[in-house]
């Protein structure tokens, strides 16, 4: 009846389908000078009138620049002869063709199938059996369902998965212009990771290492506190979050709830404690919710029950190569494209404890003009997303 995404759930009712290396984090950071350049800052940028930028590491203090109007910030931050990315590059993007990849809960057996016929795919898989230790394909394959759904599986099977259905792409006639035409990617969550790989910020290799950890560690941290997640339909984010505030005022510190992803309208994840959960699913139809559905996963992905989760991953990306990507790929946590690899880093560690911002992210992807898009890996539930946000928007599924 239900199928998750990346720990989130779009309900299918019985009727419908619903390069510069990155700095090392041990380096001391000089002071930051601001510059501002005539430019245009994003439309939510704009909107809010201020930016603020994220805090260095190292006694370096964060700080804002309010009221920029129409003008964009270079950041220089240089440390002996290197010079950090202007973080800003891709701001001013304009999307006309996206690779859209999937997150955790797109799996499902017999996945990796067509891959085998695909030589290029297929050494995706031999390269994952080196790293994993055990037979990818053969699992994603044959199973059993219970193990390729745990959060350790699941997220390798999709992360290779979706790339070799890119592999599966550049094999079929015209599938190398398609490719070379894509000018925007982004990813549900895991698929971020995926979406990185692909536009060239880290090795395919690399990349696999850190979800295999990301997974682990998310896991350890589920296990570490009870938390669950729900998913509520049929409200849009601000009862939602009225919701999550009245199901607050009933429980302790604890066991409070958020909303932890707004996947699209009228379907938003809910994460927290397992009394706040409890609470919000009692009290969603007074609310005039059409359903709640608790999620089948390890506890509450994209909350601060994920903390633990933050130090692991920060010590992983700190020891991973990662480059400027050579086309824009939009962030999870704040919906916009990052060109500098220290903020990359400082993104995916914040990711795992912050809401998912898909669905500002798939509105201004069309509000920007994108043509056409593609979703490659397994299952159909980010098309469905799209069109559940705008019916006709043009989006094909390239599965593996």
């Not at 190398?176 to 880290?202: K, M, N, P, R």
């Not at 359903?291 to 996963?297: D, E, H, N, S, W």
Request: charged content about 20%.
């Amino acid at each position: 009846m239900h199928s998750l995404l990346d720990n989130s759930l779009i309900f299918r009712s019985p009727s419908t389908s619903c390069s510069l290396s990155a700095m090392s984090s041990s380096l001391t950071l000089p002071s930051i000078s601001p510059k501002i350049l005539p430019s245009t800052f994003p439309d939510s940028f704009r909107a809010s009138n201020s930016l603020s930028f994220a805090t260095f590491r190292n006694g370096v203090r964060s700080f804002s620049l309010r009221h920029l109007d129409q003008s964009r910030v270079f950041m220089s931050l240089s440390v002996g002869s290197q010079t950090a990315v202007d973080d800003a590059l891709f701001y001013d993007y304009k999307p006309t063709c996206a690779f859209l990849f999937p997150g955790q809960g797109a799996q499902a057996v017999g996945m990796g199938k067509e891959a085998q016929n695909v030589p290029s795919a297929a050494v995706l898989y031999k390269k994952a059996n080196d790293i994993l230790g055990f037979d990818l394909l053969d699992i994603c394959i044959n199973g059993p369902k219970d193990k390729l759904d745990s959060t350790v599986i699941s997220q390798p099977a999709i992360y290779v998965t979706s790339l070799a259905a890119v592999e599966l792409l550049r094999a079929r006639d015209g599938g190398q212009q398609i490719i070379d035409s894509v000018d925007v990617t982004c990813g549900l969550s895991l698929g971020e990771y995926t979406a990185l790989a692909f536009a060239g910020a880290f090795s395919f290799e690399d990349g696999l290492k850190l979800v295999k950890l990301r997974g682990e560690a998310m896991q350890e941290a589920a296990d570490a506190a009870k938390s669950a997640m729900v998913s509520v339909i049929g409200l849009d984010s601000e009862k939602v979050q009225q919701l999550c505030d009245a199901a607050n005022q009933e429980v302790p510190e604890a066991e409070k709830v958020q909303i932890a992803n707004y996947l699209c309208p009228g379907n938003y994840a809910v994460s927290g404690g397992i009394k706040g959960v409890e609470v919000v699913e009692a009290k969603a139809k007074s609310f005039k919710a059409r359903m709640t559905v608790r999620l089948a996963v390890a506890g509450a992905f994209h909350t601060s029950f994920m903390e633990p989760a933050v130090s692991r991953l920060e010590a992983a990306l700190a020891a991973t190569v990662i480059k400027t990507p050579r086309i824009p790929v939009i962030s999870n946590v704040d919906a916009q494209p990052h060109t500098d690899p220290d903020t990359i880093k400082k993104i995916l560690a914040r990711q795992v404890t912050s809401p998912v911002q898909w669905e500002t992210t798939v509105k201004t992807l069309l509000g920007k003009g994108l043509k056409k898009s593609y979703e490659l890996g397994p299952g159909k539930v980010i098309a469905g997303i799209v069109k559940r946000v705008d019916k006709g928007a043009e989006i094909e599924n390239i599965a593996a």
